[in-house]
């Protein structure tokens, strides 16, 4: 049996902005990747944080794309915000949905009711909407304040676009919780609720978590004890995963999802062929023997790093190879 890393999984469990298409578009090598997989039987579940579109109009645009999905194979933090919101409230409770209404109809769907302002709200409920203002803000604060219960679907401070990263959700609940002095429960990445639901919707027994990002897709991984791959196709970058805090560390760093058929212990962060890395992160060698040299320098750098504690972290190369690697890789220090 092929000991590559698609081997060791049977689900994934992968994000989708940035991870599987950028935009309106595919991310280069995703498709193949994906289909490729389902052909020897590891599923995708599709993981967003983004609550503003409904499961079939996620599948749907991912089929478009010619991704393997139907409306079951998509977990939205949508979802997972109006099952908490369920577990906590009586049938019939009233919520201030301050979203689109595919959020709207995840909770309606959960035998609750919802309403547009702050009186007799038993709970507010925040995802992510293009159209969201101050009124709607505004009502959430006053609701929040007044002890309903609150839960945000998500808190990522931005949302990849095609002009670059926008305010997301996390940028609205900021505005709430400035204003009102209270916390939100959280139901998306990194907080455990959205993975574990997908988890226990697909049956995975040994799922693998993909995603570009560090502090959403990668820490949620870790928060649930599944191994996870980082992508350098969306938002993280080298210099990032390098400085990445203990939660956030990815257990394999690839370019994109290609890597899937990778051996997965070349994938993983520590000693590399071809690359020497001193205590003082000095890396030396020409990458010679090393089947990606910059991604191979890369792991080898996080390896010697994340050992002796991580942080922000100063690089050197010496000699004109390992300074090329590092130019590349925006770790250059000097």
Known sequence: ???????????????????????KDAVPGAVEAVVNAAARGVRTAYVTNNASRRPSEVAAHLAELGFPAATEDVRTSSQAGAAMLAEQ?????????????????????????VTDTAEGADAVVQ??????????????????????????????????????????????????????????????????????EAVDATGAERGLV????????????????????????????????????????????????????????????????????TDDLVLTGDGDGSPEPELDALRALCGAHWASGGGPAAVRGEGDAAAKVLAALKLASG
Not at 89 to 113: D, H, K
Not at 175 to 196: N, Y
């Open 210 to 277: 993909v995603g570009d990002r560090l502090d959403t897709d990668i820490a949620g991984g870790n928060a649930v004890g599944l191994p996870t791959l980082l992508v350098l196709t969306g938002v993280s970058t080298p210099a990032d995963v390098l400085a990445a805090p203990e939660n956030q560390r990815p257990t394999y760093i690839a370019a994109d999802l290609s890597a899937l058929t990778h051996p997965a212990d070349e994938l993983a962060p520590g000693p590399r062929p071809g690359w020497q890395v």
């Open 1 to 23: 049996m092929t000991d590559d890393l698609l081997a060791r999984h049977d689900v994934l469990l992968a994000d989708l902005d940035g991870t599987l298409y950028a935009g």
């Open 127 to 196: 995802g992510h909407s293009p159209d969201t203002g101050w009124r709607q803000l505004a009502e959430a604060t006053a609701a929040v304040r007044g002890g309903a219960l609150w839960v945000a679907t998500n808190v990522d401070p931005t949302l990849p676009t095609e002009r670059g990263p926008m305010p997301g959700n996390g940028s609205m609940v900021g505005v709430v919780r400035i204003a009102s002095g209270k916390e939100p429960q959280v139901a998306g990445k990194p907080a455990p609720r959205l993975i574990q």
């Open 89 to 113: 409230l009586p049938a019939g409770a009233s919520v201030l949905v301050v979203g689109t209404v595919a959020l709207v109809e995840e909770v309606t769907g959960r035998g609750l009711t």
